[in-house]
């Protein structure tokens, strides 16, 4: 391997990319055919199926509900039948508030029951998280076929069935955590038994909304971090305490032995990062534009995979996933949380894609999209629809949240199509800087310095305010935005800021829109833009490993510059942007890679207005016509 390094480096030399540039964890792929021996050992091997019945382990006298496990002893995730009741989903800052605490004691204790269960237990934390990534080969519960067409994991991504396939999954764990909460944990409740029991039944997996006006005050919920929590024990419901589940979990040693290969250094899960307020400004910007009337077309609200070569169709860049990539960005860069094959192993994995289906669900209220008729066909594996049957879940199965037995806050009431638009756009209002308290780690300077730099006021900017009141007149005028071929109205008038006009690449809002090819360096990566040298948002590449070296997929983001730009003076100054924004790679630990590897990258620069509105008055998004080439 010395001699392998040797060479490596002088080759590195020869393409002007340093060792600082970028430590590659394994070969790039145009030196594999080079060592091919060498390179091989650089990939993990399938996992070797353990000898023991991969079947249901049993404590005790305990008795599971029929609802995961069937008559062949296999798992499957039912439909809801019409005498259960549908309960919706609270967000987690609600699910663990004190006034919920007999729901949330059933629903921890189970998350610990279940992570506590050997991994050829198919009810086990450690079964159930292996469905999504590695270990490569361990299919679930017996399922047949390879486990995802490269046998490394059943996840969907970078693909239009990304929403929906996740679906099934979280309603997977849910199911067993019920049936744990249900058969269990509520029996050593002798008082009261009935109530916790009935407790039990309606627990439904909570989300955790990361765009809200909670999370602005409190962007990574305390249940997520803090050791012990308080609970109330059996058998009497007295006030008490335990570890608490969802902060790590310890893989079993033969997974976690595959796991070291794709880069996690301790077989206890950890994070390197947390959500920020200032990330939680740039995601609220990001979530909003998920419920804009213009982004009617599934293919570019599911996925970062780019629906054709229309660079200039904002739309594209605009995906549900691509919200879902920067999560895990900042909460996993170099650790499991930060790589498909690895993210579900960690508990907060689960809340967050709880919260994709959420917005998955609210996306379906609005605009109804949906994948094509056939692509709906498609099996969910390895997900079991019916007792006895290896008959998996599809699309139109999944279509409805309804089916699995849960709903969502916002839907109870019955409220869909545009009304739904509207208030999900208050919802996720335009974050006023002047409410933000700037804990953005990258940041070094304060706002008494940008205002002796930029010549920008101490004082809080008013623009944001300003650009949702249409001020003084209306003004009509017909814009066309670039890749649609329908017409808005937009009226809008500012004071500080102006309206897109043709040939403008002014707004209210600025966005980084990048297209990549998602193998560049064959792991995840990220996207920092910097304005004025300070890192100003990332977009995180949630890479899954290419399957031969000639993969290549052409995937879209975006980075919220907003904040940054206004900071700095220069939000409606485009002709200053090039100049003082710059674009770098960080690799899967966070460290610089050459731009030599990414010849793929394109990076633009576009504006918009949040506000505007189309003919029947509803707000929808105004893209400007032009845009700014930053890279290349």
């Known amino acids: 391997m010395h001699l392998l390094s040797a060479v490596l480096a002088v080759l590195a030399v020869s393409n002007a990319v340093t060792a600082n ?18 390179a091989q050992a650089e990939y993990p091997q399938p996992y070797a199926q353990p000898q023991s019945n991969y079947g249901v382990h049993r404590a005790g006298p305990e008795r599971m509900h029929e609802a995961t496990i069937g008559s062949n002893r296999r798992m499957y995730v039912p439909v809801r039948k019409s005498s259960e009741a549908v309960v919706a989903r609270m967000e987690v800052h609600d699910f663990f508030a004190p006034a919920n605490i007999r729901q949330s004691s059933l629903f921890l204790q189970a998350f ?14 450690a079964a159930i998280s292996s469905i999504h990534g590695e270990p490569v080969g361990m299919t679930y519960d017996s399922f047949p076929g390879p486990k995802g067409p490269s046998n490394r994991g059943y996840c969907k991504h970078a693909d239009p069935l990304f929403p929906i396939w996740h679906r099934p999954y979280i309603a997977l764990i849910e199911n067993v955590i019920i049936d ?5 944990i509520a029996p050593k409740y002798t008082t009261n038994n009935a109530e916790w029991v009935a407790a039990a039944r309606r627990i439904r997996f909570p989300f955790w909304d990361y765009a809200s006006d909670i999370a602005l005050k409190d962007p990574f919920p305390a249940i997520f971090t803090q050791q012990t929590v308080q609970i109330q024990v059996a ?10 589940p969802l902060v790590s979990f310890r893989l079993p040693a033969n997974i976690y032995g595959q796991l070291q290969r794709s880069g996690m250094r301790n077989r206890e899960t950890y994070r390197s990062g947390f959500l920020s307020t200032h990330e939680v400004a740039q995601t609220r910007a990001q979530v909003r534009l998920l419920f804009d009337e213009t982004l009617e077309d599934w293919l570019a609200f ?9 660079e200039n169709n904002p739309r594209q860049f605009h995906s549900l996933e691509g919200i879902h990539n920067s999560i895990h960005g900042y909460l996993g860069k170099g650790t499991y949380m930060g790589n498909p094959a690895s993210a579900s192993f960690d508990p907060v994995f689960y809340f967050h894609h709880c919260n994709v289906d959420r917005l998955t669900a609210l996306y379906q209220a609005t605009n109804g999209g949906f994948p094509s008729a056939s692509l709906a066909q498609t099996p969910l594996t390895p997900f079991r629809i019916r007792d006895g049957s290896n008959t998996a879940w599809n699309s139109n199965d999944a279509k409805t949240t309804e089916a699995f037995g849960y709903t969502y806050p916002e839907l109870v009431n019955g409220t869909r199509g545009t009304q739904l638009s509207r208030l999900l756009m208050q919802k996720y209002t335009f974050v006023d800087p ?3 308290v700037d804990t953005n780690p990258n940041r070094r300077r304060d706002s008494s310095e940008l205002s002796a730099r930029d010549g920008v006021s101490s004082a809080a900017p008013t623009y944001f305010g300003r650009a949702r009141s249409y001020l003084q007149k209306a003004v009509t005028k017909a814009y066309q935005i670039s890749g649609f071929t329908h017409r808005i109205e937009a009226e809008k008038v500012f004071t500080e800021t102006r309206p897109v006009t043709e040939g403008s690449s002014e707004g209210d809002s600025v966005f980084a829109h990048y297209i990549v090819d998602m193998h560049s360096i064959d792991e995840p990566f990220t996207v920092n833009i910097k304005v004025d040298g300070h890192s100003a948002g990332k977009g995180y590449v949630f890479a899954t490993p290419k399957n031969s070296a000639s993969d290549k997929m052409m995937i879209g983001g975006n980075v919220v510059l907003t904040y940054e730009l206004a900071n700095a003076g220069i939000l409606h100054k485009p002709e200053l942007w090039k100049s003082r924004i710059e ?7 966070g460290d610089k890679v050459a731009m030599s590897y990414f010849p793929t990258l394109k990076v633009n620069l576009r504006a918009c207005l949040f506000d505007a509105k189309d003919e029947d008055h509803n707000p929808q998004t105004q893209w400007s016509q032009d845009s700014v080439a930053l890279y290349p």
Do not use: C, W
Request: negative net charge; without cysteine; proline residues 6%.
């Open 583 to 589: 674009v770098e790679i960080l690799d899967f630990e």
């Open 112 to 125: 610990e029951y279940i992570k506590n269960l050997p991994e050829t237990d198919s009810r086990s934390f």
């Open 434 to 436: 002047s409410r933000i």
């Open 180 to 184: 744990v909460a249900v058969t269990v």
């Open 235 to 244: 058998p009497t419901g007295a006030a008490g305490s335990m570890r608490n």
């Open 21 to 38: 540039d970028y430590k590659m964890a394994r070969l790039p792929s145009h030196l594999e055919g080079a060592y091919p021996q060498a």
């Open 302 to 310: 599911s996925n970062t995979r780019l629906d054709g070569d229309d």
